[in-house]
């Protein structure tokens, strides 16, 4: 394999990883052995935090970065290890010591990604653009429209919902705020209640024949 670029993002999690002693490297790798293929990235985080606590997303992140290398070029788990840590070493100025303890990690890590894998192509498969909705809220607010002369109370109102929408696009929290009128919240009803009818008949239709994940 050529040299990995190592992308600046996810250079602490390296760190963290040549960092890990054993049992360390034996918590993150029971995590990973659970992990099933509709788990969410969340959910897979709180199980992390519980050993790593603030460094688990970043961990998360960074495993997720490399284990699709495996099988690339028929890359074997060693040759991948390897040439992350050379190549981390490289760019990063690192000694020989981290070198190898880097590599070592690497070693049982990527030895033990097939569910995060299986995980990972579960979820483009449902989310090709990899933006993840978190949460969502709706506000409304009411809009008085004041006359030129301030004393006249005739005046008009109007009537504005909010939609706010929380979200993940590659580990980034990111958010979105949409005016909305009341022909927008009927129509965005409709369109959710035809989704929300659709997934109860392939639920139903093919229960006896599907696994479905989420």
Known sequence: ???????????????????????????????????????????????????????????????????GLIGKDDATVEE????????????????????VALEKNLNIILSNVANLRKNIVSRRSAYDNESILRSSKLITDLRIL?????????????IIHKLHVEYQHNFSDKELYFTLD??????????????IEKDQIIREDYKNNLNILF
């Open 182 to 195: 009341l022909k927008d919240l009927n129509r965005l009803k409709a369109e959710i209640e035809k989704a």
């Open 1 to 67: 394999m050529a040299t990995i670029y190592i992308p600046e993002e996810v250079k602490e999690g390296f760190i963290l990883i040549s960092e890990m002693n054993l049992n360390d490297v034996n918590s993150l790798v029971k995590i990973l052995a659970d992990i099933r293929a509709g788990d969410e990235y969340d959910s897979i985080i709180q199980r992390l935090n519980e050993v790593f606590e603030n460094k688990s997303r970043i961990l998360l992140q960074t495993v997720v970065s490399f284990s």
């Open 146 to 158: 004041f006359q030129d002369d301030l004393s006249n109370k005739n005046r008009d109102a109007v």
């Open 80 to 99: 991948v290890a390897k040439n992350l840590a050379e190549s981390f070493i490289q760019d990063y100025q690192k000694s020989k010591e981290e070198e």
